[in-house]
């Protein structure tokens, strides 16, 4: 590379959650023939019981899972030359129960940075989230790098402390970073985001209030240069930046876009008609802070008591320290999205 604060690609690059969203956009983008095609060897970590069908020729898969430390040294296992460790494992919306969230996104992580220092890699990417940092206390505020924890229930706490982890790591001389995307978009998606394709082309989703709360978006390409850059910039361990496509969206703009890339895909879609007051937002968060304090998750009234909140951040520190420089719009990305399903053979 020629920029004197880049360093090369290394020999060997890991990725944890090999088989998830981005752990499946990461390996595609280093196993292709685009800008992020990598020469060195790429080994993914996926658990026991996860498919790998969608996952490129070239990838070494190494069974494991995060909250079980010995199984992390089999990483390592033959490896020679620099180390590289992305950490996207976690869990957003746990199957079973609450304590997925802390023995995944605190504890788990905790294990990647002390396998990642025994071993020692050269420099770890930690993939974090908006949730430690909460919700923006107005459509105007941006959420900016020197921003304080306030996390939102029990994915936030959990994600927060997972970033503490690599603090005490970066402390103990590791050299690892952070990214914090919000909430991303793009191919290899799970059902949830298939759900929303298809509430927005039945004219369902529920749009709360004016629709004006403003949210930041990462479309996947995007996240997986800003991943990237934080690799391979040399900066100053345990740094994190804001990752997110280059303006935030209005949940009443993201819905419209929506539609209008379905309808350019040539779906059939109905006039978005389902409207709800804020107060159901106030509700649902209501009743999903008192199912968590039970020990209980119940995905809708999550997802609906976040649909009242502004989650906004501001990337120029991004822009600024590693030259990142979001390309994909949301109009685009969404487009993306949709073929993607299409050729998949999933029904929207």
């Known amino acids: 590379m020629s920029d004197p604060n880049t360093i090369d690609a290394p020999a060997t690059t890991i990725v944890t959650g090999a088989s998830g969203w981005l752990g499946t956009g990461l390996v595609t983008a280093f196993r292709g023939d685009g800008e992020y095609a990598r020469s060195g060897f790429v080994r993914g970590l996926v658990r026991p019981e996860e498919s790998t069908q969608h996952l490129p020729d070239g990838v070494d898969v190494v069974r494991g899972d995060v909250t079980d430390p010995a199984s992390l040294d089999a990483l390592f296992d033959g490896m020679t030359g620099d180390v590289d460790l992305i950490h996207t494992a976690g869990v957003i919306h746990p199957a079973a129960s609450m304590d997925e969230f802390d023995a995944v996104n605190h504890i788990g992580t905790r294990n990647v940075m002390e396998a990642a220092k025994r071993h020692g890699v050269r420099r770890v990417v930690h993939v974090s989230s908006n949730s430690p940092f909460g919700t923006n206390g107005a459509r105007n505020d941006r959420f900016g790098n020197d921003e304080p924890y306030h996390p939102y229930l029990g994915y936030g706490r959990s994600k927060m402390d997972g970033e503490l982890a690599v603090l005490a790591a970066v402390e103990g001389g590791l050299n690892a970073v952070m990214v914090r995307p ?167």
């Open 182 to 348: 919000p909430w991303f978009y793009g191919p290899h998606q799970p059902a949830r985001q298939t759900t929303f394709f298809t509430m927005v082309r039945k004219g369902r989703f529920p749009i709360l209030g004016d629709g004006g709360q403003v949210r930041s978006m990462t479309y996947i390409d995007n996240l997986v240069q800003g991943i990237v850059r934080a690799e391979l910039t040399d900066t100053e361990p345990g740094t994190g930046w804001w990752i997110a496509d280059a303006e935030p969206y209005t949940v009443r703009e993201i819905v419209e876009t929506v539609g209008d890339a379905l309808r350019a895909e040539g779906f059939e879609v109905k006039a978005n008609s389902f409207r709800l007051p804020n107060l159901a937002g106030t509700v649902a968060e209501k009743i999903d802070t008192a199912a968590q304090k039970a020990g209980r998750y119940i995905t809708q009234f999550h997802v609906l008591g976040e649909m009242n909140k502004n989650i906004a951040v501001d990337i120029s520190a991004a822009r600024a320290d590693l030259g990142y420089d979001p390309q994909v719009s949301l109009a685009e990305g969404m487009r993306t999205s949709i073929r993607w399903c299409i050729d998949q053979g999933i029904e929207l």
